[in-house]
């Protein structure tokens, strides 16, 4: 009898260790970066590509998906499986720090969700500058991540700029009169309203801190029940704490490109989903643009690329970003990669040290190429090493390396 | 029995998971009046829902406020005192909801116990949008401050201690010291002027005066309609009193007056 007891722990021991050879690792928090993450998810993989990925179409600005593969150099023969859930900046944060389980998608397609708490989740704003400040992670820095203010279909081509002080009183209130934005008296009549993301994003929390602004903005979002209107944001999307506003870059960018809004309307994106509002001349995956007036504008009187006017052209594959890396741009912030200090030998921080390696080269890649490629392009964010000055925090002032 | 055990574990466990797990405690709603206290210098605010607005709008005798929405040991445990007490009441009508945007109710300290504060100049609903934004920044920062603590005599429906520099960049000034800024006049938004709060004395607690502050409604674009003052007594008591309004035997001997006052006039003009 103690031989068979004997026999049977020893094989559910070896049971357990063949189930331990698989590599979970789980993934949230920025949608602003999604299509950087995605790049070097595909990259970590041998042979730069997952065996399967679900759902299969997956790309770029995919903000829920599962890649599996192996990943020889870092575990051998073992099955890696990554599982991404972008929800957000501060909520990823806010999911690490209280332990939040997450629905990913199986691998499988039909599969049954996998629920677990992530392992690794992206920033967009240092966690220091979000209400989830104490949560226990490892935090660094893996590029620039520039964000932009864009202006809907139905927005007239004079306004091309908003100011930090303008935006304060215009969060404040949600809508103020056209005239402020053109500086035409016969826009007195117009509305000029603003839509933007709910608390658990870290494109708003650059937005409010860039723009000193300190407040409960009201939002507008495009009602999808009463056609042609935009209307106050009063419904929580995800939560009480996280507020009123779009839980994605994405969904705010389908309201911003909206050809039947009843007005004029502005908001800010991360370069990524702002393509979709503008287009990009990226010729290995051409964007759409948003049409109309949809064009990014510029923010304290400076766009953040250069041979860009606003309508006039699409966004370049490879912009200039010389605005941001000399300092007059100050719309951006540094994109963290955060995992819980409790993994520091294990497989997940393996994972962790690849990933910020894999990030940067990322980026090499995409600026090598110029953006002209369905894989590396268009290129969003900057590296480190290009930039000529540094910030101490989140909005904080600029100064030159 | 082993199922009994087991309903012990579950509940104990229950019971635990009860004790540390966050819950939103303080519940705040647009349109209700915050009291907000404080003191320069400290490092907690006091943050305390004394419910709707319309409960003092259309209140017709005095309302209690210390002992039903907070009590002395919030305050004690936010590390105020009677003395050097420095607060405001606040509330607002964000857009969207049910009523006029950007109403708001603040309270206008009077500078003595008899005469009724100044009502404050008229504002447009934009510039009220401005202080409506600061006003509802210091009731999320007591909502998140509920949230992100276990429920406690310290945290309950009704009263929150929050740390006085809770101040998250982009996400606003969420104290209520960093809010109402250093001049009570939430930065400078409600106008550069206009200091809402009341203080004491730093020997208050030794005399026999109270503290009043009055408490105005406006509308964007009016001064403000006086709904009554709040009084706090040396002894901690805080109460509102409604503005008197004359019941109907008061009114008709007010009527008769007038007209005997209108008669009298006839007579002596006919004289």
């Known amino acids: 009898m103690k031989k068979i007891l004997t026999i049977a722990a020893l094989g559910g021991l070896f049971a357990a260790s063949t189930a331990q050879a698989d590599v979970n690792i789980y993934i949230a928090g920025s949608t602003a970066f999604r299509a950087n993450v995605f790049r070097a998810v595909e990259a970590a993989f041998d042979g730069g590509t997952p065996t399967s990925i679900n759902p299969a179409n997956a790309g770029t600005g995919t903000g829920v998906y599962t890649a599996q593969g192996t990943m020889s150099s870092l575990y051998g023969a073992q099955t890696v499986t990554i599982y991404a859930s972008f929800n957000g900046s501060v909520q990823g944060l806010e999911d690490l720090l209280n332990n939040t389980s997450l629905t990913f998608t199986n691998i499988t397609p039909g599969g049954s969700a996998v629920t677990a708490v992530p392992t690794i989740t992206f920033s967009d704003v240092d966690k220091s500058s979000t209400l989830a400040a104490s949560a226990p992670v490892t935090e660094t820095h893996v590029a620039i991540l520039p964000f932009v203010y864009c202006r809907n279909p139905l927005t007239p081509t004079t306004v091309t700029n908003v100011t930090g002080h303008q935006l304060q009183s215009l969060w404040n209130n949600g809508a103020l009169k056209l005239s402020m934005f053109t500086g035409n008296t016969n826009d007195d009549s117009g509305i000029m309203y603003v839509t933007g993301r709910n608390k658990d994003s870290g494109t708003r929390v650059c937005g409010g801190s860039d723009a000193y602004y300190t407040g409960s903005p009201i939002l507008y979002g495009f009602n999808t029940t009463a056609p042609n209107t935009w209307t106050i944001m009063n419904q929580n999307l995800s939560g009480t704490l996280y507020g009123f506003g779009y839980s994605s870059g994405g969904n705010e960018a389908i309201a911003l490109t909206n050809q039947l809004a009843s007005g004029p309307c502005i908001g800010y994106e991360g370069l990524n989903d702002a393509l979709t509002v503008t287009g990009s001349a990226c010729t290995g995956a051409p964007k759409v643009n948003g049409g109309g007036n949809c064009a990014i504008i510029a923010y304290d009187g400076f766009l953040p690329f250069n041979n860009y006017t606003p309508g006039n052209s699409p966004v370049p594959a490879y912009p200039d970003f010389t605005p941001i890396i000399e300092g007059q741009y100050s719309f951006w912030s540094y994109e963290c990669i955060e995992m819980l200090n409790t993994h520091t030998s294990d497989t997940t921080y393996q994972y962790y040290t690849n990933m910020v390696s894999g990030l940067d080269y990322d980026l090499l890649q995409a600026e090598v190429n110029g953006g002209n490629s369905s894989k590396y392009g268009p290129v969003t964010a900057l590296r480190l090493s290009e930039m000529r000055c540094n910030r101490s925090s989140v909005g904080g002032s600029i100064t030159p390396n | ?271």
């Open chain 2, 1 to 271: 029995m082993k199922s009994y055990k087991l309903a012990i574990l579950t509940a104990a466990a229950g019971f635990l998971w009860s004790l540390s797990a966050p819950a939103q405690t303080f519940n705040y709603n647009n349109g209700d009046l915050l009291l907000s206290l404080r003191t320069p210098g400290g490092n907690s605010d006091l943050i305390v829902d004394i419910g709707a607005a319309s409960l003092y709008a259309n209140a017709t005798g005095p309302i209690t406020i210390s002992g039903n929405y907070f009590t002395s040991s919030q305050l004690t445990d936010a590390g105020l005192g009677l003395n050097n007490l420095y607060f405001s009441v606040f509330g607002d009508i964000s857009p969207g909801y049910p009523g006029t945007a950007n109403t708001l109710w603040v309270t206008d300290p009077q500078s003595d116990n008899l005469v009724e504060a100044t009502p404050w100049t008229p504002q447009t609903s934009a510039n009220q949008g401005n202080t409506r934004a600061q006003m509802e920044s210091i009731a999320y920062g007591a909502t998140y401050t509920s949230f992100t603590e276990a429920a406690s005599a310290d945290n309950t429906i009704s009263a929150v201690i929050v740390p006085s520099s809770l101040n998250i960049s982009g996400e606003g000034a969420l104290s209520y010291t960093i809010g109402i800024g250093p001049n009570g006049n939430f930065n400078g938004n409600f106008g550069s002027n206009n200091d809402i709060e009341q203080d004491t004395t730093a020997t208050f607690t030794s005399g026999t005066s109270p503290v009043r502050t009055d408490l105005f409604e406006m509308t964007p674009g009016s001064s403000g309609t006086y709904l009554g003052y709040f009084e706090l007594d040396t002894d901690g008591t805080l109460t509102f009193d409604p503005q008197p309004v004359p019941e109907p035997t008061t009114l008709a001997a007010f009527g008769m007056g007038l007209i005997g006052l209108a008669g009298w006039r006839r007579i002596t003009r006919k004289s």
